[in-house]
């Protein structure tokens, strides 16, 4: 299996960026397609974006396309998200998910194995 930490969440002012990192231990990391969700308070968790194990192939939601990138370093064992124009609607906890497909890269909760515990993510207006 694999263990998955995220970090970089924080507060930021509406237009502003950050980057969330993933950082990845047991199994190799290139094992598995990786992706990002977020949860907001009373809502579901909702897909952000996924990458497939060889971080040839991406995958975004509608509302976060153009706005953020995902990516990955297998050397590193790492993942990244990288969100640009931030808006208040994107606060929510991020969290970083590993699944076990590798070819392509998977948008839905149940279709990954691994979660981390999450991180803060707030944009104040």
């Known amino acids: 299996q694999v263990q998955l930490v995220e970090s970089g969440g924080g507060l930021v002012q509406a237009g502003g960026s950050l980057r969330l990192s993933c950082a990845a231990s047991?199994?190799?990391?290139?094992?598995?397609?990786m992706g990002w969700f977020r949860q907001a308070p009373g809502k579901e968790r909702e897909f952000v974006a996924s990458?497939?194990?060889?971080?040839?192939?991406?995958y975004y939601a509608d509302s976060v396309k153009g706005r953020f990138t995902i990516s990955r370093d297998n050397v590193k064992n790492m993942g990244y998200l990288q969100m640009n124009s931030l808006k208040p609607e994107d606060t929510a906890v991020y969290y970083c998910a590993a699944s076990t497909a590798r070819l392509g890269a998977p948008t839905e909760v149940y279709e990954f194995r691994y979660w981390g515990q999450g991180t803060q993510v707030t944009v104040s207006s």
């Open positions: 047991g199994r190799p990391f290139s094992n598995y397609a």
């Open positions: 990458i497939n194990s060889y971080g040839t192939s991406s």
